[in-house]
């Protein structure tokens, strides 16, 4: 008897013991988004608890009070409704449908990751003229590069942003589809080719923060990870200082090497970034000589409008002879 008590008590501390590994950011994280999200999760789970907790209650309850043994339990075998029961089956869940609904949908709005931000935390609106600090971020195989158009430079799997300063993070991929995930700092948001995903956000608290790539990407998905430092204005401004300092430029030629797939690779640093490489990235025409889809999208544009000649077409697009327009010629017939 004894040896039976103890297995079930080491099979009761079995889950407590697994979930002693979890890392429980999501539920404790250092940015106001993510922090939205979580009271979020947490009232809904609440909510829901209103109606799960009494049925699993009252399940037991009735097993216990009906038993074949309780010789006291009434017995109604013609009995078949009861309005008060019925108000309460079907009125509760209807209030907390109606409930959850509404927060939902008024979250929804709220926390569009595409929304520019309104507040620095619950008790701090953004200061006015303030100017999101922008991140541009290519999902590669199997790696992550930031872009920091405002400050030029540049790195491979490690990202860092000023304490209440707020982020606009504009995202694209290098290939297939991926997904940017910070859990301390917001929720995550996919990554895809020729697409442009947004996600606003802003870090409250200085430390290192744990990034990864949450969508299943290939043989390296398990390595894509990297490191958010949330710094202050000085600790950013020193950290900018490094990457110029110890990196070297960045430019097409560089870019499409970094491009090769690669497993578990190291903080690489960029001093300087060639101008619209995040634009050439984004429409597909890193490589010499291709034609960039916005003027494929352009070139369609105008074959479905019938502006097919070519002085339309070079006037839409803004350029002054065909040699501008790599393989216009092909796309487009006169």
């Keep these: 008897m004894s040896f039976s008590k103890s297995l079930r008590g080491l099979l009761l501390l079995l889950p407590l013991a697994l979930l002693a590994g979890c890392d429980m950011v999501v539920m404790s994280p250092s940015g106001d988004v993510a922090l939205q999200q979580r009271d979020l999760i947490v009232w809904s789970t609440i909510l829901m608890l209103l109606v799960i907790v009494p049925v699993i209650v009252l399940t037991l309850w009735f097993a216990w009070r009906y038993r074949a043994g309780n010789a006291e339990a009434t017995y109604a075998p013609d009995w078949d409704h009861s309005t008060v029961l019925e108000l309460v089956i079907w009125s509760v869940p209807l209030l907390i449908i109606i409930a959850l609904g509404a927060m939902t949908w008024v979250s929804t709005h709220q926390l569009d990751p595409y929304r520019p931000l309104e507040r620095i935390d619950a008790q701090r609106p953004v200061p006015e003229g303030v100017e999101p600090l922008v991140i541009e971020v290519v999902a590669m195989d199997w790696k992550w590069l930031f872009l920091y158009p405002e400050q030029g430079i540049a790195t491979i799997n490690e990202v860092a942003a000023p304490v209440d300063r707020p982020i606009r993070f504009k995202i694209t991929s290098s290939t297939m589809m991926n997904s940017f995930f910070i859990p301390a700092l917001a929720g995550q948001i996919y990554a895809m080719a020729g697409m442009e995903t947004k996600l606003h956000a802003v870090i409250n608290k200085e430390g290192v923060y744990e990034g990864f790539s949450a969508n299943y990407s290939g043989a390296g998905f398990s390595d894509m990870r990297f490191r ?19 990196g070297e430029p960045l430019d097409r030629e560089h870019y499409l090497a970094l491009e090769q797939p690669s497993h578990d690779e190291p903080v690489h640093r960029f001093a300087s970034v ?18 960039c889809m916005k003027d494929m999208m352009a070139i369609d544009m105008l074959r479905a409008r019938n502006l097919c000649g070519i002085d339309d077409a070079l006037r839409f697009l803004g350029k002054t002879s065909l040699d501008d327009i790599v393989g216009l010629r092909p796309a487009v017939s006169y």
């Design 228 to 246: 958010f430092h949330g710094l202050s204005e000085q600790g950013f401004d020193a950290w900018v200082a490094k990457n110029r300092a110890q």
């Design 274 to 291: 060639e101008p619209d490489l995040y634009e050439a990235i984004l429409n597909r025409c890193v490589q010499p000589g291709s034609l």
